[in-house]
């Protein structure tokens, strides 16, 4: 007997390890769905402003949202806590990614940059500067090192990174 809640959607992530739907919204909520149910199975308050984009983090229980309210977060698949704020683009986030080999989050923002963050830590490992207009999407390509980000200009530009995680 839940309480019907209105709010209006802004992206989706289905999750075929989990068999589960994330999904954003425009108020900053995210949500986990049960499809075969059609049930909402959790929700927090997990950004101050819209939920740009969700990717899974493989090999971690985790995945990862940006937002317009300048961060990313880390979350918890199961208790959907928040394990990790990462602060540092000035203005929106609208996509964000994960290198499976690399094991970094790229985000993109609406600053001109692409951020590329350690999951393991709360740090900022490097920026990707090369853009003259903001960022709209951030992509890796699979089974690489390979990173693109793609501006509102129509420039693309292709990241070619060579990096050691030391544990």
Known sequence: NREKRHFTLSVLHW?????KLYSGSTCGLLHIWDI???DEISAVQGH????????????M???ASSS????VCLWDKYSMAKRQEYIGHTKGVL???YSEELKLIISAGIDKEAL?????SNGLV???????TSLIKAEVVPNTTTMVTADIDGYFKLWYVIYILYY
């Open 68 to 71: 317009l309210d300048k961060t």
């Open 116 to 120: 590329v963050w350690n999951p393991f």
């Open 95 to 97: 996509s964000v990614t």
């Open 126 to 132: 490097f920026k990707l500067k090369a853009h003259n």
């Open 61 to 63: 229980e985790y995945f």
């Open 48 to 59: 101050t402003d819209v939920v740009t984009d969700l990717v899974d983090i493989n090999g």
């Open 36 to 38: 075969l149910n059609r």
């Open 15 to 19: 999750s075929d390890y989990h068999n």
